[in-house]
């Protein structure tokens, strides 16, 4: 497998194409941003401890039945996955209140939500990814409707395996965001999963220990990335 040209550069990671046109290289930068990109700064080994903290997810998501677009760790920073047609559309699961939730609705952070709340999100940087439902998507032929509706279903399957992993851990898995997208017509987990797009609470102290370290300023935000990735097992030494 030869890397080649950057197809593309988002806030966090560097996408480029290899020499087999259904495979592609995902660049994990120790670039960190958040309010649309407003707040931004270079953090060190981000790019690792996310490239291993994803790569150690999808794994654990593949063994649990669910299809994910990675293939394998290239080295600190970089892994090879399948070229997926992206849904423009983000899913979130919330487990308990908190973020964006807690100000659209005037609820507590804390609040434990039962059954978990299904949200999407329309992947648009100009107009800060508005929140939609699946009556738009299908109006706007964001997605077909069963590809959609399989997200969905996939996003909720990702909320069992994950809660259960990080509960073991001593953690609560508040909420997070997951994107997908089309490989052979299947519907397959793209992006990532790490701290920088869920959120993620230790069990008895309730101590952030992600990416709101960052958007809060509390410091320590790859120490605590760093954490929860060893009480969950992740060597990053590796
Ligand atoms: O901001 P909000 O509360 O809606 O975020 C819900 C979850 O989705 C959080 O875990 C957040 O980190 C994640 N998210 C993300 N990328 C976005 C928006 C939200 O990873 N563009």
Redesign the pocket.
Known sequence: MEKRQELYAGKAKSVFRTDDPDKMVLVFRDDTSAFDGKKVEQLNRKGMVNNKFNAFIMQKLEEAGIPTHFEALLSDNEALVKRLDMMPV?C?V?NVA????CRRLGVEEGLELTPPTF?L?LKNDELG?PMINESHVESFGWADVAHLAEAKTLTYQVNDVLKALFAEGGMIL????LEFGLFNGEVVLGDEFSP????LWDAETKEKL??DRFRQGLGGVIEAYEDVGRRIGIDFDA
């Open positions: 983000e979130v919330r908190a973020g964006s939730l949200e999100f990814d508040v909420d997070y965001k920088d797009g869920c959120r992600d990416k």
